[in-house]
């Protein structure tokens, strides 16, 4: 029966609808849809997909409830590893992770592990209304630096084991990427909102607007974890950077949600594609988030450039099965408008009247590298230039350095990795709460 069912599609607002607003772009699956997709899993004897999840959610475990109609059986099973299920099957690229190593998708299309993951934790948030467990006080105390997915998953892992957690942070609400960094339209903020309320009701506290300097931690616990992110951008230091116009991506992300949020800009610091020729440097994730809020900004126009080849589609010989594929992606912010453009270097940022007005790129070749490592880049001498007025650098973070730390210190989530995914630095927080623990019980 699995293997005549085809996947499930999800239900998405129109593009040419949802591109003018902030309201989240899938609507997930109803009850019936998300069993009929529950009956795909083949509940393989060697789950792939579980190896692939960084928190190692039992994947075909909580699939077969959903199966039986047994959602609140589901949710338990997924609470067992992760904290933020509802964020995770928004936010998490599934492709390149469980749906990535997923059986079916050998001769056809993987399970959406994802979009199942949602619906439970959207299906339990909405019918599931038990009173909050507050565990016994076991005599610590642990301090939080940083309220994002790594702090939020340390912070319910130590509540859990009876320890008094406090969570500083420098914002002024709770959530640090997912809440600033993540548009809307793939994030709804509410959910976060209720995660954060539980947390409470159950015990953590939470002090907002606490710019801790790691060097002078606040007096009084016992144990401190530093998740304080990545917040360092990588730069592109070539001629004309200095130019208005040109800015961080998160600049304009965490803008927006805070305008969406309620708070107000003055004029000059707007950071806005209104009437604009948008591009976009960098093809990764929080460069189609850039897309997709120039789109909803009201961009003239919205280009992305990548420094490295057009990826294939559909499948890739290079990655079969069971390594991660490594194909083009193509995200709703895509489908909105944008054009995509590819193996371009960067020279220098154009400008008039000191604001930017074009960037020179040259065209590149990639040799493979015979040995598998990353090929070698090749000038081609192909020099062009791509008319904007706002440029938007999203090429990632700098992993960030931190002194010497006592050994009641820990360092989870990207403040200790460098950027990486919101699942893995749920992860990370989570060990961070065990070495916790195992130190302050040794």
Known sequence: M???????????????VRAHNFEEVCYGYNLEEATTEATRCLHCKNPRCVQAC???????????????????????????????????????????????????????????????????????RENVHTAPVVPEWNGHKVAIIGAGPAGLSTAVRLNAQGFEVTIFD?????????????????????????????????????????????????????????????????DLPVPGRELKGIHPALDMLAQQNRILA??????????????????????????????????????????????MPQPPVGQNPATPWPQFPVVLKTTSSHEEGCSRLWSLATHKFLGKNGKVCGVEVEQVEWIPNPDGDRPTMKSTGKIEVIET??????????????????????????????????????????????????????
């Open 262 to 307: 309620g708070m107000t800009f003055p004029k000059e610091q707007l950071v806005t594609a209104k009437g604009k020729k948008v591009l976009v440097i960098g093809g990764g994730d929080t460069g189609s988030d850039c897309i997709g809020t120039s789109n909803r900004q009201g961009a003239l126009s919205v280009t992305q450039i990548e420094i």
């Open 54 to 124: 960084p928190v190692s959610v039992k994947i075909p475990e909580f699939i077969a409830k959903v199966a039986t109609g047994d959602i609140a059986g589901a949710a338990a099973i997924i609470a067992e590893d992760s904290s933020l299920p509802a964020v995770c099957g928004r936010v998490c690229p599934q492709e390149s992770q469980c749906e990535g190593k997923c059986t079916r998708g050998i001769k056809n299309e993987p399970v959406a592990i994802g979009r199942l993951e949602r619906f439970v934790a959207d299906w339990h």
């Open 170 to 234: 420098r914002n002024p609400m709770p959530g640090g990427l997912l809440r600033y960094g993540i548009p809307n339209f793939k994030l709804h903020k509410p959910i976060i909102d209720r995660r954060i309320r539980v947390m409470e009701e159950e015990g953590i506290h939470f002090k907002m607007n606490n710019d801790v300097d790691v060097r002078q931690l606040p007096e009084g616990f016992d144990a401190y974890c530093i998740c304080t992110g990545a917040p360092t951008a990588r």
């Open 389 to 442: 007025d706002l440029v938007l650098l999203a090429m990632g973070f700098l992993k960030p350095e931190h002194p010497q730390f006592a050994e009641n210190v820990f360092v989870a989530g990207d403040a200790a990795s460098g950027a990486s995914l919101v699942v893995r630095a749920i992860a990370s927080g989570r060990k961070a709460a065990t070495d916790i623990d195992s130190y302050l019980n040794k």
């Open 2 to 16: 699995a293997q005549r069912i085809p996947r499930v599609p999800v239900r998405e607002q129109d593009p040419k």
